[in-house]
């Protein structure tokens, strides 16, 4: 494994807690590994399975969906719809070859800056021993 390889995230997050929870982090200058690239979307339960295999397909190393915590869902219990999806997903991820590690899903409300931080980093961390991803390609 190249030990210099710096992991790719694509980080899919709630508009109304995680996005602002990582905006959070910005605005108090509270530092975490530039490996994210975020994309806003309106609830944690719209984000489909599709979509993370395609983040997968197009090269991430890792994968986050982030929610508002549960019972704090704009959208009552789209949290909880993306919890069970998002689980199934995670079980099925060895049989296409990539590691469960690459997946992952929080919660983080709007003032959880510092709580955003830890987990891009702990992410990071859990991502560098595995080396790039380069096993969804030959599947897809």
């Known amino acids: ?3 210099e390889h710096e992991p790719r995230i694509v980080a899919f997050l709630c508009k109304w807690c995680s996005s602002a ?12 590994p530039p490996n994210v690239i975020p994309i806003t979307v309106m609830c944690s339960g719209s ?5 993370i295999l395609s983040a997968f397909n197009l090269g991430a190393d890792g994968v986050l ?10 959208y009552i ?3 909880m719809y993306a919890r069970r999806r998002m689980a ?11 590691e ?3 997946f992952q899903m929080s919660w983080v409300s709007a003032a959880e800056g510092l709580k955003f931080t830890q987990i891009i980093k702990e992410f990071v961390e859990q991502l560098k021993p595995l080396g790039p991803q ?4 030959r599947y897809l």
Not at 88 to 98: M, Q, T, V
Not at 134 to 137: I, K
């Open 21 to 32: 929870g990582s905006d959070m982090a910005g605005v108090s200058r509270l530092e975490y």
């Open 47 to 51: 984000v489909s399975p599709l979509y």
């Open 1 to 3: 494994m190249n030990s």
């Open 100 to 102: 469960p590690e690459r």
């Open 134 to 137: 380069t096993q969804l390609r």
């Open 88 to 98: 199934l997903l995670k079980e099925l991820l060895p049989y296409i070859g990539l």
């Open 77 to 79: 219990k789209g949290n």
């Open 65 to 74: 969906v982030s929610g508002c915590h549960p019972g704090d869902c704009h």
